[in-house]
């Protein structure tokens, strides 16, 4: 994560899914124009020499479609995949509008994803549902739609998808309007404060459901009994429900093919877990910051198909670790920030088929990782915040499929790390921590498949940024140690592949640096705060038509001149601070 000027974001959730922002990768469904390409794929902001493949004949035009749609009708003679095609594009580049929505009537699109999209309102849906029955999938998470409009989507018996995230403008009403859509598999209303125990009942109806996405929505209680004969419910997630108790889960104890519960951040404790233990499918659990003890260990220990396992800051201690001996399945575990010490890794040692461990915050010292030599599969492991020291890491040096290592904020010099020179496969290595230097960047240069590089804390100059050359996969480096001048940079200008750079706090950094990056086009972020780095130097930003996010806080450097590079030269920047 790019850090800040002067603090470190680290408390990091885990197993939490990303919120879906954007246009859906669901596009291009049938295949009525065979001289299409297999799927549409936005070009990159292109017209730079030598630079990506040239967009196909279809892509040309669509963009001009996109540039003339003021000309245009009705699409509802085209084929239905290039129709949808070019709403896809009009979504993308924001070019649609309920003027232009209208042109699109009657076209038998089969994805209408419009999340986070200005402006989508109840007047928008007769468009929408004109697409019938031949529509599978709608997004209009962030909209203002109201039961009017959710009204309309009952001719689209169809459909498969619906996901109305963050919207709070329909009642219970409303939700009704939606039972009758029989063939409904996803269904998700993430943060809406719209849905309610009554409004629930709408679901009992949807026989089909396969996944229901309830997060962070505050008037749910009660309402899971209307879930009881959703028997393909395969998926549910409730986390961030606060309103959630014991007595919900007790209504789920019946959905015998549920596979995955998120329930993290909710108010259930141990009598609440209890009540899964006759989920035999139960293959992830999801109990961050759940009020719990040792006690739901037992139930989760009758859990036997589990693989994903989380525990994060659930307060737990070695007692009832031995329960974990019998979970021979589990993939992933995380039992960060627990009060959890080399005692409890001892009943892990059978856990072979271990590919991720999350040990973050746990009081876990070098003779602890001695219970770990025998996870062979071991692809991710985080030792964050532990007491770990440089003896410790002989105990993974045969751990040699590892590929995400965290040693950020241990007792790990650089001596310790030629320890993993060994560990060829490691992709992602965190090292946030004031003890390494030069040195230990030396001693890392065997593992040429690092492509993500944190020594944001660490005391590196300029004559150890020499090391970073061979890293050429490098896609993220932070250096924010403060050690650093122009000079040192020099070694990073020959990273191609770099798409996240974060050079803050090197207070020594001038305009010069940004000149000597303006060669790596493939950043999408960027962080140079806390230097000497001044309006002027902006200009050598202009070949990043890729960049995303831009942060020169505490710099010389304007919100002005910022939005001037915007608007001539990097259309693609969408966060950029000051600001």
């Known amino acids: 994560m790019m850090g800040g000027i002067c603090s470190r974001k680290r408390d990091q959730p885990v197993m939490e899914d990303a919120v879906p922002r954007g246009v859906s990768s669901r596009y291009c469904k049938s295949s009525s124009s065979k001289w299409l390409s297999a799927s549409f794929c936005r070009p990159v902001v292109g017209g730079q020499p030598g630079g990506g493949n040239c967009p196909s004949l279809l892509e040309l035009c669509i963009q001009r479609i996109r540039q003339d749609i003021e000309r245009y009708k009705s699409f509802s003679m085209l084929p239905r995949d290039v129709s949808q095609q070019i709403f896809n594009e009009l979504v993308y580049s924001h070019c649609l509008t309920d003027v232009s929505l209208e042109a699109f009537r009657d ?25 019938g029955s031949s529509l599978l999938t709608v997004d209009l998470s962030g909209s203002d739609v109201t039961d009017t409009g959710l009204a309309c989507l009952k001719d689209c018996t169809d459909l498969q998808e619906l996901t109305l ?42 026989f089909n459901l396969e996944k229901l996405d309830l997060e962070s929505c505050p008037g749910i209680h009660g309402g899971f009994i209307h879930l009881k004969g959703l028997m393909k419910l395969g998926s549910l997630n409730i986390r961030c429900c606060k309103c959630v108790v014991d007595s919900d889960l007790k209504a789920l104890s019946g959905l015998t093919n549920l596979k995955e519960l998120q329930i993290s951040n909710t108010s259930i404790t141990d009598l609440g877990i209890s009540y899964l233990k006759g989920l035999c499918k139960l293959n992830m659990l999801n109990l961050e910051r759940c009020n719990v003890t040792a006690a739901c260990l037992d139930s989760i220990s009758a859990l036997v198909a589990l693989a994903y396992l989380n525990l994060n800051r659930c307060g737990l201690s070695d007692d009832g670790c031995d329960k974990f001996a019998g979970l021979k399945n589990l993939k992933v575990l995380s039992l960060g920030f627990n009060g959890i010490t080399d005692a409890c890794l001892a009943h892990l040692k059978g856990l072979t088929s271990l590919e991720s461990l999350n040990l973050d915050t746990c009081t876990i010292s070098d003779e602890g990782l001695a219970n770990l030599t025998g996870l062979a599969l071991l692809r991710s492991l985080d030792l964050s915040d532990t007491q770990v020291r440089s003896n410790g890491l002989r105990y993974l040096s045969g751990l040699t499929n590892l590929e995400n290592l ?33 040195a230990g960047l030396a001693n890392l240069t065997s593992l040429t498949e690092l492509t993500h590089l944190d020594l944001f804390g660490a005391r590196i100059t300029d004559s150890g940024t020499s090391y970073l050359r061979c890293f ?72 990043l038509k890729n960049l995303r996010s831009l942060t020169l806080e505490s710099c010389k450097v304007t919100e002005s001149e910022i939005k001037k590079l915007q608007l001539v030269a990097l259309p693609n920047l969408v966060s950029f601070r000051p600001e």
Request: proline share 1%.
């Open 406 to 438: 965290n040693l950020s904020f241990t007792l790990v010099n650089d001596g310790g790390l030629r320890k993993l020179s060994g560990l060829t496969s490691l992709k992602s290595l965190n090292l946030d921590a004031r003890q390494i230097t030069d």
């Open 107 to 131: 076209c038998a699109l089969q994805d209408v994803c419009l999340a986070e999209y200005p402006g989508v309102k109840d007047s928008w849906m007769d468009a929408i549902s004109s697409q």
């Open 165 to 206: 995230n963050c919207c709070d403008k329909f009642s219970e009403y409303g939700l009704k309007q939606i039972s009758g859509l029989s063939y409904l598999t996803t269904l998700s209303f993430k943060r809406s404060t719209a849905v309610t125990a009554e409004g629930m009942r709408a679901f009992s109806s949807l």
């Open 472 to 543: 050429k996969k490098l896609q993220s480096i932070e250096i924010c140690g403060g050690g650093l001048t122009d000079a040192g940079v020099k070694n990073i200008q020959g990273l191609t592949s770099l798409r996240r750079l974060n050079l803050s706090q090197n207070c020594n950094l001038t305009d010069k640096t940004l000149e000597l990056i303006s060669g790596l086009t493939t950043l999408v972020s960027l962080n140079v705060s806390n230097s000497r780095v001044s309006n002027q130097g902006l200009q050598y930003l202009t070949p």
